[in-house]
């Protein structure tokens, strides 16, 4: 196991219930594009969408992204695989883990600490499976960190500018970060906020995904740095 522990956050503990959720609607399955890693996927979006709403007892949740290897962490996780100097020795935060992909790769690559986060509580219990499953240890955080100091040497955020009520406090805030002197690492499939300013492309992938997720068999996702 990798890994290290927090700085004074709370790190989440996963219960029976939400491991036993994950594990009963995915499979675990190596990732199109980066096939040493597995991953515990969900073949049917809406079905699970359904399922962990039931689960939940609440209706207009957002999707179960935590049960998909979406284009951007795919990207990013080949990237940080192919990278390891980028990440080597330093502290490292997954913005928007969702399955827990990019942190997996950046254990995997050398980062001396690596913490993901996440709002969705069932992303936390599916990051726990299969950061296990890949025999690495990350710290969890269930929480909105965007806005806090910065004590991470590296920002890496894969997928996450497809709303705007997220993508602008993020985006502000993740060039504050830059500011702060943190490398950030934007990876996106042409989402409808990335910003047209402001980034440095550093690599290009063609991803496969699915018609259920994207309407597309691949999808052309371009790894950035984000400039102050
Ligand atoms: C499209 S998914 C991308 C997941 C993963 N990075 C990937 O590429 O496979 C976006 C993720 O961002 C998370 N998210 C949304 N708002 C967030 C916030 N304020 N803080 C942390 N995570 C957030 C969602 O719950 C979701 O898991």
Known sequence: MQ????????????????RG????????????????????????VTAVW???ELWAGQEGLPPPFWAFCWPGG?????WVLDSPSELAGRHVLDFG???????????RSGACQVTAVD??????AA????AGVNGVFFEILEEDLIGRPAS?????????????????PLLDWLKSLVCQGVLVVISDPGRAYLPTLGLRRLATYTVPTSLDLEDARQRETSIYALEA
């Open 119 to 124: 709002i969705d509580p069932l992303a936390a």
């Open 97 to 107: 883990s969702g399955c827990g992909l990019v942190a997996i790769a950046a254990a």
């Open 3 to 18: 890994g290290g522990a927090g700085k004074g956050r709370e790190v989440v503990r996963v219960d029976q219930a939400s």
């Open 74 to 78: 795919q990207a990013l996780a080949r």
């Open 152 to 168: 991470w040497d590296v920002v890496l955020a894969a997928d996450v500018l497809y709303e705007k009520r997220l993508a602008e």
């Open 21 to 44: 959720f994950v594990l009963g609607r995915t499979k675990l399955l190596p990732v199109p594009l980066c096939p040493e890693i597995s991953i515990h996927v969900a073949s049917d």
């Open 127 to 130: 990051m726990e499976l299969n």
């Open 50 to 52: 359904e399922e962990s």
